[in-house]
């Protein structure tokens, strides 16, 4: 099968990698230590003790909330469940222990309150650790084969000398919660997700990886479907379009399926890079795509130049959250900043945008709009879609009263009328 135009720079010079950080614990009497791994940029457990099925939620959860790791050595399935207890221990502290708060006077504060909620929340039940050898073999009573579903989280997003680092007998201690979201990235890998926007099934799916932003959403894909293109370039009989930060691809492919000649498709993940390739191979548009690794756009202009850029100018978290976050709006203002020298004359730029910031009160409609203007564009017209997700009906979601009045929007640019 053929694949896909990809184009990776190559290195000038070799990389340097530093140490990876290590735990170290004493079994049976004697010093030992692994390799700590955390996607999450999560920092080894200064103090790690064994446990096992004796352990019960209640001192799991005093040690954990302590800093402790814990590296089990009992039933894997019964680590499990401990972590779901611990997490109902989080979501229900007792009545005694609750301090009475007064409630956020703006929603930006109810958001930061909720972000630094669930950055405790995750490192709480992130010290429930598991070992794997080399191989990513977990010696544990019932413990699933997790091997390809960790060589295809870790192995994409990896530089070759970080791969051939590995090749040794050295373990791997990692927290449980991390790798239950690995295998449940794969399952998804596995059966991937229906996507309207891309026609009739069985041939509209797209398939995620690990840390790719999964498209479960369909507001932003129909948006896409449905505009109107703008027409070819004098003397073209198809049209070219680029897609800025393509993730999963699928954008890309929403565009080859309404009839665009061509699209060039840029990302500067690697794992955004090899999900989009293997999803064009999938759709069997691997011929019309130009996968391109490039931190914005490629060289040249196109009539057409989509971006669904995050959606929240915030500080991600770990690299995982960077499809989400954006810190200070920096891909929305270098993307609007570079667009119109991008754009063929007669072009139109679609940026698809979320009003979920403006109602968190992290950016306002005005600020938007004054970006737009001062970037030398106009706005052709705007198509409004309302959120569908379920956080919009939780009401006991912190962030609903945002959530409920969520709009996901394409604003359609261009440069000014001459």
């Known amino acids: 099968m053929p694949h896909s135009q990809t184009l990776y720079p190559n290195p000038l010079q070799p990389i340097t990698l530093p140490e990876p950080p290590r735990v170290h614990w004493v079994e049976s009497g004697q010093a030992r230590s692994a390799r700590w791994r955390s996607e999450r940029g999560s ?75 669930q950055a405790q929340r995750a490192r709480t039940l992130g010290m429930v650790l598991i070992e794997m050898d080399a191989n990513h073999h977990i010696d544990l009573r019932r413990a699933p084969n997790v091997q390809t579903a960790c060589a295809q989280a870790w192995h994409a997003a990896e530089m070759p000398e970080q791969a051939s680092s590995e090749a040794t007998d050295d373990h791997t201690v990692l927290s449980l919660r991390e790798l239950l979201g690995i295998t449940s990235a794969a399952e998804w890998r596995r059966v991937g997700v229906e996507v309207m926007a891309l026609g009739v099934a069985p041939d509209n799916r797209i398939y995620p990886h690990y840390g790719v932003f999964s498209p479960v959403r369909g507001e932003y894909t129909g948006l896409v479907a449905s505009a109107h293109l703008p027409k070819p370039g004098k003397g073209q009989t198809s049209l070219t379009a680029f897609d800025i930060g393509t993730g999963s691809g699928v954008l890309a492919a929403v565009l080859i399926r309404r009839g665009v000649g061509h699209v060039v498709a840029t990302d500067s993940e690697p794992r955004a890079l090899a999900c989009a390739e293997d999803n064009f191979n999938r759709l069997g548009i691997q011929s019309q795509v130009t996968l391109l690794q490039a931190d914005l756009f490629p060289p040249g202009q196109a009539h057409l130049i989509v971006c669904n850029p995050p959606w929240l100018p915030a500080r991600p978290g770990s690299s995982l959250e960077r499809a989400v976050y954006d810190e200070g709006g920096r891909m929305l203002q270098e993307f609007l900043a570079g667009l119109r020298s991008h754009l063929a004359p007669g072009g139109e730029g679609w940026l698809i945008l979320s009003n979920l910031a403006e109602n968190l009160g992290l950016r306002s409609r005005s600020e938007l709009l004054t970006m737009i203007d001062a970037c030398g564009l106009r706005v052709i017209s705007r198509i409004d879609a309302k959120a569908q997700h379920p956080k919009t009906q939780d009401t006991t979601d912190a962030l609903h009263q945002a959530r409920s009045k969520e709009i996901t929007s394409l604003w359609r640019l261009a440069a000014p009328k001459p």
């Open 43 to 117: 920092a080894a457990p200064k103090q790690v003790v064994l446990a096992d099925d004796s352990l019960t939620a209640d001192s799991a959860y005093r040690m954990a909330c302590a800093g402790t790791g814990m590296l089990w050595r009992g039933d894997f399935q019964n680590a499990r469940l401990l972590l779901q207890a611990m997490s109902r221990r989080i979501d229900q502290v007792p009545k005694r222990k609750r301090v009475k708060t007064p409630t956020p006077v703006s929603m930006v504060e109810a958001f930061h309150l909720h972000r630094q909620a």
